[in-house]
């Protein structure tokens, strides 16, 4: 634990700097378009592969009341209510959360994740956290991490679906650091992409590690045929 504290302490800069407002700037942004491409289901690697792969990775635990943090316009949240789950999502994008209660099957806050990590905004505890690709910053996301095991129950789980650092990596070297958005596939109606944090799998499991996570599994979805898996899922509960 103390060597937590001073490793995390080490390179701290401030956790809430530009680059990772610049995230919530460019999702405010994009709300309508995002939400259009989410209902029109054009995004394929979802529906080919990482849709169905959160749902069951949730599933698996057996929840019965969950917290979808960056939930968006709630897709998922609608999903897991389809089978008998409670939701709680939250989003700091105010379009993407007002979407989500129009469509209902469950309880969504705008809130931003620094007020997870400052614990000025918690609920009663869950079954488990997911987080579906919406882990995209750096200190920020270490800084919430920290602060979310206080929602989940003793026997919780969290359960994180990101890009697959194999595949996402591409011509940059295989190592932490900011790397640059781009839509590239997505159409017109998106502008300003946000930067995003790009981590190692070896990263990953310190970070949540360091955050007093135990990784339990590791999941590697892969469409039928591609040669590098759509996503990584990481099951993991409090130690
Ligand atoms: C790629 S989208 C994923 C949305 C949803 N989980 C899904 O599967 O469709 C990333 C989401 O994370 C949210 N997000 C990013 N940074 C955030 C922050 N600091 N606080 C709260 N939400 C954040 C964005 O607003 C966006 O809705």
New binding site residues.
């Given amino acids: 634990m103390i060597c937590f504290q001073e490793s995390k302490l080490a390179g701290m800069t401030d956790p809430w700097e530009a680059r990772e407002q610049q ?2 700037q460019s ?1 405010n942004a994009n709300a309508e378009p995002w939400a259009q491409a ?1 209902q029109a289901g054009s995004i394929a690697s979802r529906k080919l592969v990482t849709d169905a792969a959160i749902v069951n990775a949730v599933m698996s635990v057996q929840p019965q009341r969950v917290l979808d943090l ?3 316009e709630g ?2 949240a609608r999903s897991l209510a389809a089978r008998g789950v409670t939701v709680i999502g ?4 105010p379009h ?1 959360i007002a979407k989500a209660t129009q469509f209902g099957h469950g309880e969504f806050h705008v ?4 007020a997870i990590a400052e614990r000025r905004w918690h609920c009663d505890p869950v079954d488990a956290v997911v987080c ?3 882990l ?2 750096g200190e ?1 996301v270490e800084s919430m991490m920290g602060a979310v095991g206080g929602c989940l129950g003793a026997s919780g789980h969290l359960i994180v679906q990101t890009l697959h650092p194999l595949a996402a990596c591409g011509e940059h070297p295989y190592q932490d650091g900011w790397r640059e958005g781009s839509w590239r596939g997505f159409g017109a109606d998106f502008s300003d992409p946000a930067p995003w944090y790009f981590r190692t799998l070896e990263s990953w499991l310190a970070m949540l590690r360091r955050n007093g996570f135990e990784v339990l599994e590791c999941r590697e979805p892969t469409a039928p045929g591609a040669f590098t898996p759509a996503s990584l899922i990481l099951m993991c509960r409090p130690r």
Avoid: H, K, M, P
């Fill in positions: 995230i919530v999702w989410i960056g939930c968006g897709w998922l939250v989003d700091a994008v993407l809130q931003e994740y620094r579906n690709f919406s995209l910053g920020s």
